[in-house]
């Protein structure tokens, strides 16, 4: 008996730089905004058949907020048309966004460890592009989120 095959994609998520933060509140990345914005592309472009056919396997794994990273896993059979669908994502709640994939993996070890990877990269430009030392609650979160990278299974 063969087990029950997935896909791992490792996304970036770009905020758009021009839109206005006076009048909208900043968005928080999370799973679920993620989540939601995916089911409601997938059923846009697919419709219900599409939404229903995916929906068995399609999970956001992790969320990073600070470096806009996150892990997203769906079955082999959808996993692109699970992908055209992130492609076609336009906003996020009010917040227009832009999805790039960065990894696409059968294994959520391989892309735990690309996940890290740029994580890790990302985080140092971060740092340097803030030019002052970050705050203590900055770096323990980017901490947690690199910890709960390293100990992601199922």
Not at 60 to 68: E, H, L, R, Y
Request: aromatic residues 8%; hydrophobic residues 40%; positive net charge.
């Amino acid at each position: 008996m063969v087990g029950f095959k997935n896909r791992y994609m490792v996304m970036e998520v770009f905020l758009d730089p021009n839109r206005d933060l006076g009048v909208d509140d900043p968005i928080i990345i999370t799973q679920y905004n993620v989540s939601k914005a995916i089911k409601d592309s997938v059923l846009v472009n697919f419709g219900e058949c599409g939404l229903a056919s995916s929906l068995g396997s399609l999970q956001v794994k992790f969320v990073n907020p600070i470096t806009k990273l996150c892990i997203i896993r769906t079955s082999r059979e959808e996993y692109q048309k699970v992908w055209s669908a992130i492609t076609m994502v336009r906003r996020i709640g009010n917040c227009p966004v832009l999805f790039n994939l960065l990894d696409l993996s059968g294994s959520i070890k391989a892309c735990k460890v690309a996940a890290l990877k740029c994580d890790e990269m990302k985080f140092e430009q971060y740092k340097l592009a803030a030019g002052a030392p970050l705050s203590a609650d900055v770096n323990q979160h980017m901490q947690n989120c690199l910890e709960k990278i390293k100990i992601l299974e199922h």
